[in-house]
């Protein structure tokens, strides 16, 4: 069965990378959630998409220069006008905190290809592992360099390459960088490197699948998993 991954959280009625979000992505039934971390001033692990504050709070400026008290003060619902309540941008660890009373699985995905954030790696599997999480977190970035890294350090964490164009074979890419998954995104998955990837034991998992006929496509073809902003669609159509 294909699994459902809610992009950011049920990001298309709720503030993205924020609890609710994640929590709201849960009790509708998604068998998983895609997140993003970076690093703020003091080193603080945090769920947020980019590199600075400006698109999804009412702060501005980069998140590598608030500390993570002054980040907490931000409003991470600010552009869902919609939304009454606060939503301040989470700490990774209340995530995993939480996850320990559910049993989603998580795609972690390192927000390292802009800015080289010194440490995140180390940072985030100590933190997975001090929860006992290793078996339902997956890794993935667009900084393939950074996964291999993670690899060395850790082994028992799945990683998986990002990719939006479309690679050569990228089943064996993924196997000689260490990766038992891969991310590309969905228009750059037909079926046919679908299959071949998962004849090959690369689990496939494409993203950000929001239209019903991408959905219907990815759900025959048999992915492993995909990501999507909507997971209650994603179910009934997977029903």
Known sequence: M??????????????????????EAERVGADGLELDVQLTK???????????VDRTTNGKGFIKDFTFKDLRKLDASYNKKTFLHKEPIPALNEVLEWMTTNQVICNIELKNGVIPYKGLE?????????????ERVILSSFNHYSLVYCYRLAPEIETAPLFSEGLYMPWVYAQSIGAKSMHPKYTVAPNELIRAS???????????????????????????????DDPAKALRIRK
């Open 122 to 134: 180390e940072k985030v599997i100590a933190l997975i592992q001090s929860y006992g999480l290793t």
């Open 42 to 52: 003091d080193g603080e692990i945090v769920v947020i998409h980019d590199e600075k």
């Open 198 to 228: 998962l004849d090959y034991g690369i689990s496939v998992r494409p993203y950000t699948v929001n239209k019903e006929k991408d959905m219907q496509r990815l759900f025959t073809a048999e992915c492993s998993a995909l990501i999507t």
């Open 2 to 23: 294909t699994l459902i991954f809610a992009h950011r959280g049920y990001s298309h009625l709720y503030p993205e990378n924020t609890m609710k979000a994640f929590i």
